[in-house]
């Protein structure tokens, strides 16, 4: 391993002041966001305009200062059917709900995973796996497993806490106890053998339990629910309420039951490592214990293709992206032309294939949204999406925003899709036995 001299650093502080632009961009740089000094407005103007294909939402929700975007962006989804069914102008489901059953589950299979691997070494990569934890983030297939498991409730009926929209604290110290339970689980299986490292489990858990039910709130077994329904012809609305509902119940009565079951996670991570029109899957540390991660992974004009169907059958589309890269919160845009971050920090390249940008671990879905429209150029290809986001209404335009085609592309890396949407070879690959692959790799490959 080479050190850095100070010979080399003297030389690059002559290189840089030979570049007599630097100074004029470094004044630049000091005083103002470099999402705002390289916004070229003329070009985000292009993205302005009607879409041809657009779906009507129930408002915009708020996910505060917690990384549930994935849970929020499921039930944002669901939310339309429930919302049609009851009749109402505006509708959500309650994020703090699942957020609840979301931790315990997490907590579970992390401890669970420490029992099952109790006998590898430290040093193993699954012992680090399991010891790195997690966060708030998650998949879709986790909100579907979550919904199927648990039900639903409206938020009302169990609102937010601060805890819930500001996790950060909550989730640092919710990962020391478990981390230090399981270095005691791993002892206790090695020693004495995994059914006492199981009863042990149970006692961590209601720990567990007991911190959540402080930070969120207890869940509800049964609930009261009362409302009006939109104003009829006579310009009256309707008084309903429903006495002692279960979770499940108000799920199967009003959203027509679990139909995030009925949808696949499409990806488009074109690796060498991860071939195309191949059906995979993987356990992570978020799963519930006995659930996986099934994804297929296609080309990204076969993804399009899809979101686009299932925007003109009049549903929103769950998707991910890369929120970091060419995006704008105050301007409600995501697009490469955009922004020109290139020429202010000195020409440096920050385009790359995409497939190159994964592998690199510089490219990657860390935020996920829904589609509720798409633009068409003259040749009938889309030209550009828009997007409903959970950052609240004061985020992009009402809290609504726009991508580009290009970044669409590039920076889009899963769509989840009703599987009667899929052609009959995409049904097909379904079929086949799903390629596992571990799951500290399932973002990279």
């Not at 699942?98 to 590898?120: H, V």
Request: a negative charge; proline letters at 2%.
């Amino acid at each position: 391993m080479s050190k850095l001299t100070l010979s080399t650093i003297d030389k690059f502080r002559k290189e840089v002041a030979k570049e007599s632009n630097v100074k004029t961009l470094q004044a630049a740089a000091s005083s103002s966001a470099l999402v705002d000094i390289t916004f070229v407005p003329t070009n985000a103007a292009k993205l302005n305009g009607a879409f041809e294909v657009e779906v009507d939402v129930n408002g915009i929700t708020a996910q505060r200062m917690s990384g549930r975007c994935w849970l929020f962006a499921a039930l944002n989804i669901l939310r339309e059917k429930a919302a049609k069914n009851l009749n109402v102008k505006e509708f959500e489901i309650s994020e703090n709900y699942l957020s609840f059953y979301d931790k315990l589950e997490k907590s579970n299979t992390m401890l669970s995973m420490a029992i099952d691997n109790a006998e590898l070494d430290e040093e193993a990569r699954m012992t680090e796996y399991i010891r790195e934890g997690f966060g708030d983030g998650g998949y879709f297939d986790e909100a579907a497993d979550l919904v199927e498991k648990y039900g639903i409730v409206p938020k009302s009926v169990f609102p937010e806490t601060y805890q819930s929209e500001n996790t950060a604290q909550m989730n640092d110290k919710l990962l020391r106890i478990l981390k230090m339970d399981v270095s005691r689980l791993r002892d206790l299986a090695n020693e004495k053998g995994k059914k006492e490292a199981e009863k042990e489990k149970e006692k961590m858990l209601l720990d567990i339990y007991r911190m959540l039910v402080i930070c969120f709130g207890e869940p509800p077994k049964t609930f009261t629910y009362a409302w009006k329904e939109k104003e009829g012809k006579n310009g009256k609305q309707k008084f309903n309420e429903v006495r002692d509902i279960t979770p499940i119940e108000f799920r199967d009565k009003y959203a027509g039951g679990n139909v995030l079951k009925d949808y696949i996670t499409i990806t488009n991570h074109p690796t060498k490592a991860l071939q195309m029109n191949l059906y995979y899957k993987f356990h992570y540390i978020g799963c519930m214990a006995d659930k996986d991660i099934l994804n297929l992974n296609l080309e990204i004009e076969d993804l399009e293709e899809l979101c686009v169907k299932m925007l003109k059958g009049g549903t929103p589309v769950w998707f991910a992206c890369d929120s970091g890269a060419f995006g704008s919160r105050k301007n409600g845009i995501w697009d490469q032309d955009s922004f020109d971050f290139s020429g202010i920090l000195g020409g440096v390249n920050f385009e790359e294939e995409k497939g190159d940008l994964i592998v690199a671990h510089a490219g990657l879905a860390d935020h996920a949204m829904v589609l509720t429209g798409v633009a068409f150029d003259e040749n009938g290809k889309p030209a550009r999406w828009k997007i409903e986001n959970s950052w609240g209404k004061d985020a992009g335009k009402d809290g609504f925003f726009v991508c580009s085609e290009k970044y669409f592309e590039k920076y889009v890396f899963e769509a989840v899709i009703d599987k009667k949407y899929l052609t009959k070879e995409q049904k097909a690959l379904l079929k086949k036995k799903p390629v596992e692959i571990p799951a500290w790799s399932a973002d990279w490959v």
